[in-house]
């Protein structure tokens, strides 16, 4: 029931934002993070948000690139992208679940994902 938007295709160095919003699911009662899948490489963790107590985790490979937040209503969690890189190219997903997590496992709730791609 999540729905990613805002992938698409930037220079190195350039900047995405990504949305994740919900039907039928309160996200603002949902830890949820953003996890990445290349082509030939397992699903890896981005970042994740927690409902409301604030608590955030971010990927080593993209702390003081990326930043996870969620808009005023709690309903809809971004992930602003800044100073893309071309490892980054993958498909993004967005996934929700009750408890905070960090594996993809630990996640009941998916999106189909939005391909980012990060080239010249």
């Known amino acids: 029931p999540l729905v990613e938007s805002g992938g698409g295709l930037v220079q190195p160095g350039g900047s995405l934002r990504l949305s994740c919003s919900a039907s039928?699911?309160?996200?603002?009662?949902?830890?949820v993070g953003w996890f990445r899948q290349a082509p030939g490489k397992e699903r890896e963790g981005v970042a994740v948000?927690?409902?409301?107590?604030?608590?955030?985790t971010y990927a080593n490979f993209v702390k003081g690139r990326f930043t996870i937040s969620r808009d005023n209503t709690g309903l809809t969690v971004f992930l602003q992208m800044d100073r893309l890189k071309p490892e980054d190219t993958a498909i993004y997903y967005c996934?929700?679940?009750?408890?905070?997590?960090?594996?993809?496992?630990?996640?009941?709730?998916w999106g189909q994902g939005t391909q980012v791609t990060v080239s010249s």
């Open positions: 996934a929700a679940d009750e408890f905070f997590g960090t594996y993809a496992r630990e996640f009941q709730y």
């Open positions: 039928g699911l309160s996200m603002k009662k949902y830890a």
């Open positions: 948000i927690g409902d409301t107590d604030g608590e955030i």
